[in-house]
């Protein structure tokens, strides 16, 4: 269980501050795909780089399975870190790397045996369909590959929670709809807790139960996806999904 | 015909040795100081990208005081440099002559060269890339070690040519101040004597020399690059 509690986070720069986050509080169940949406801008990149302390927000306490977080530092950070799996929009694939050393990355830096991490490595590329492109490089590889590969890579330290930062915004609607495919069987066959930041609320219909909306570094509406889906109590929110309609 | 064959055989016999020397110094204070350089300027060139504001590890009181030193060994023309380190050379060579006289200056001049080089190749990786590598739990070294050195290895290698041709061409200035090589060889034969034939073998030498340092460079960076 991931708890947020009255997060702020503010940039300082040379003489304004902007506040990406405003007193967001939210609670992130086991087993959730959580949808986090809103417009570009609205904070949710911040609020989800929160949860693994890439941001250290300014103020509020984050908690993981009761334990507070926050204020983690040194090892103990670089641990909590290594049991949470990240994938990106740009995948974020080591280029000099093989598809299975990229996959080997999380595993060599905790310091596991060389053959435990190819052994650990191959399991996953055949969990992600991708064995036969173990030894290729990524420029070789089409995006929806490539973010296969990243989610191998997110999974190599059997992480409770997986973040997803805008993970099929840069595919195609086919690929979207096979990544989405992908992370949904690894919530229901692995028990791993998905947070979804995007901003298209097709992504959030087809794949999370619950969503927050986030707008100007609020919260502005938080449920079921159903709820939000057929009973929108904010302007921004029917706006998002009356996309979805109008794209179908 | 017969007259330039035998142009050619004599002046191989009267200057060949001493070509072939010429090369063999200027070879070796090239690729030993380049080695040192590198040596020397790489971990410079990783301290100066790390500390640089809004990098991983931001001092900006570090990243003044080494982007200074380097600027400054960077303003000073080679010429000058090297007449104002004998006395180091001296110290640390045992000479300022010869071979390894020019050592110390060729390797002080061109540290800070080789040092923003590495810089620009690690400020060309992703941040990304490096982002990714911290939210999988990566410390400071190994992020360094694993994903900077290594994701910048293409950009790296394909500055060496650049750095070892720069060097070279150092070493024909340090020619002049007593270290020999094929640059003094140009300058005693060519310029002081009047000798255009020893002169224009040099500069033969020379320029082969470089096309092969840049085609060896460029097949490396073929084989290492795999973006």
Redesign the interface.
């Known amino acids: 269980m991931i708890e947020l509690i009255d997060i702020t986070k503010t940039f300082d720069a040379a003489n304004t501050s902007h506040d990406a986050l405003i007193d967001v509080t939210l609670t992130i169940e086991d087993g959730d795909i959580f949808g986090i949406i809103g417009i570009s801008g609205a904070g949710k990149s911040t609020l989800a780089r929160c949860i ?1 302390l ?1 941001e250290r927000p300014s103020a509020g306490t984050i908690r993981i399975d009761d334990v507070d977080i926050t204020n983690f530092t040194g090892r103990d ?10 994938i ?1 929009q ?1 995948f ?6 093989t598809v299975l050393q990229n996959v080997m ?2 595993l ?3 310091g596991d045996s060389r053959q435990h991490c190819r052994a650990r490595a191959y399991e996953l590329l055949e969990v992600v369909g991708l064995v036969e492109k173990a030894n290729s ?1 990524p ?1 070789q590889l089409s995006g929806g590959q490539q973010q296969r590969v ?1 989610i191998a ?1 997110a999974l ?2 059997d992480p409770k929670i997986i ?1 997803c930062d805008e993970a099929t915004s840069a595919l195609d609607t086919l690929t979207t709809n096979s990544i989405l495919d992908l992370l949904r069987q690894i919530n229901r066959d692995l028990g791993v807790t998905i947070v979804v930041i995007t901003h298209s609320m097709s992504v959030v219909r087809k794949i999370c139960n619950k969503v927050a909306v986030l707008d100007q570094g609020r919260v502005i509406e938080l449920g079921t996806t159903e709820e939000i889906f057929d009973d929108p109590q904010n302007a921004v929110t029917s706006e998002l999904i009356g996309e979805v309609i109008i794209r179908g | 015909m017969a007259d330039s064959m035998s142009f050619f055989s004599d002046f191989i016999a009267r200057y060949g040795s001493l070509l072939i020397q010429g090369t063999i110094a200027t070879l070796i204070m090239t690729f030993v100081s380049s080695a040192l350089a590198y040596l020397l300027g790489t971990p410079l060139g990783i301290l100066l990208m790390m500390s640089a504001p809004n990098s991983l590890k931001p001092n900006r009181t570090l990243y003044s005081v080494l982007g200074w030193i380097v600027n400054i060994g960077r303003s000073i023309p080679f010429i000058i440099l090297m007449v104002a380190l004998i006395p180091l050379s001296r110290l640390i060579m045992g000479t300022s002559l010869g071979v390894a006289g020019a050592i110390t200056p060729l390797v002080i001049a061109s540290t800070p060269f080789v040092a923003r080089l590495i810089e620009n190749s690690l400020q060309e990786v ?1 941040s ?2 490096i ?9 400071t070294f ?1 992020i360094i070690w ?2 900077l050195l ?2 910048a ?2 950009s790296i290698a394909r500055s060496i040519p650049i750095t070892v041709i720069t060097i070279f061409s150092y070493t024909a200035i340090a020619g002049v101040v007593g270290a020999g090589g094929l640059g003094d060889i140009a300058v005693r034969y060519g310029y002081h004597r009047y000798q255009t034939d020893v002169m224009v073998a040099t500069i033969i030498i020379m320029i082969f020399l470089i096309q092969v340092i840049q085609t060896l460079g460029n097949i490396a960076v073929r084989r ?1 690059d ?2």
Request: glycine share 6%.
């Open positions: 693994n890439l950070l670089l641990d909590l870190r290594s049991s949470i799996g990240m990106f740009d974020s694939l080591f280029s000099q790397r990355f999380p060599e830096i905790r490089y420029s990243s890579r190599a330290n973040l | 992703p990304g890339v982002e990714a590598a911290q939210s999988y739990g990566a410390s190994q694993k994903v290594s994701e290895l293409p290492i795999k973006r």
